[in-house]
């Protein structure tokens, strides 16, 4: 069964050591040969940049990303195809493997909103306001004044809805959160999961999981241990138990994949990277059917996305 992973962080990795192999580096966890394994048709590529670089050089690393992505991982491999438009993701060939530009926190565009507009123009469809620390637009999770947007982070959310650009709550303080949802019109969580089920401050309450099905968002359940149980070690069954949870909430129609693989240091037993994304959907096939299957797998992002 196809899949669609909604982030990962190999670009990153890239830009850490430019002598990694996009196509089969063994320390890439979505390089080109696993992601064909894992029978991977389209895989979100997020653009992170360390919170302690001086922020008059984060857009350039940003800039460095996005031109690692068109060499490395478009220009290297033919099958690679950049999603450009969002009815891109339903043009892909059998054979093909669609690959979106994220942003993973705004601290790359400062209070720029030219910045932004051109990260659009260079393919960026999805933002993910804040990484944990606070930011212009608005405060992280692990901020402990837990403001929500800035009035310029107001503006960042507006201007999505107005490009058709998904605004990605993953990472957010509380009140970001909620103000978010009263804002905009693409709401995605690209890589949470249930904090019902493990206490993890990444993951998502029950009530916010239902603001995002009632507002027709995405959860994307993320593959990292320690958002997946209080021990730290994770198998594939517990990944089921945060997808079952969610659905119990009301949203087996908006739950996709978001495993976080490059960005993450502890791995689920049997999904240690994208190669084993069939032992994941083989074992959801022995709870749901193959319809409520294929809809976490990739229809429910599809049916989600903006229509162009």
């Not at 690209?190 to 995405?218: E, P, V, Y």
């Not at 996709?256 to 993450?264: E, H, Q, W």
């Amino acid at each position: 069964m196809k899949i669609i992973d909604t982030h990962c962080d190999a670009l990153l990795k890239l830009w850490e050591d430019r002598s990694r192999s996009f196509t089969n580096s063994s320390d890439i966890e979505t390089n080109f040969e696993r992601l064909s394994q894992g029978g991977v048709a389209a895989q979100l590529f997020a653009i992170f940049i360390e919170p302690e670089l001086p922020s008059d050089e984060k857009y350039q690393v940003a800039l460095e990303q996005i031109d690692l992505f068109h060499t490395e991982v478009i220009g290297r491999h033919e099958r690679m195809k950049k999603i450009e438009n969002w009815s891109d993701f339903r043009l892909l060939n059998e054979d093909e493997i669609g690959a979106m530009l994220t942003l993973e926190g705004a601290d790359a565009f400062g209070n720029d909103l030219n910045k932004l507009k051109n990260l659009y123009n260079l393919g960026v469809k999805s933002i993910g306001l804040t990484w944990n620390n606070a930011n212009l637009v608005a405060d992280g999770v692990g901020e402990s004044r837990g403001a929500g947007l800035s009035d310029f982070g107001i503006e960042v959310v507006k201007l999505n809805n107005e490009h058709q650009v998904l605004t990605d709550v993953s990472h957010l303080s509380v009140k970001g959160f909620w103000d978010v949802m009263d804002l905009a019109d693409y709401p995605i969580a690209t890589h949470s999961n249930s904090i019902t089920l493990c206490g993890h401050r990444r993951n998502l309450s029950d009530d916010q999981a239902r603001a995002m099905f009632k507002k027709n968002g995405l959860v994307g359940i993320v593959f990292n241990p320690p958002f997946l149980t209080e021990t730290g070690t994770a198998s594939i069954k517990d990944i089921v138990r945060h997808i079952e949870h969610f659905c119990a909430l009301g949203g087996e129609k908006h739950i996709c994949l978001g495993s976080d693989f490059d960005g993450i240091a502890q791995f689920v037993k049997d999904l240690e990277d994208a190669s084993k994304y069939q032992l994941l959907i083989n074992e959801l096939l022995k709870y749901y059917t193959e319809e409520q299957v294929a809809g976490f797998a990739y229809n429910n992002f599809l049916n989600f996305i903006p229509k162009d």
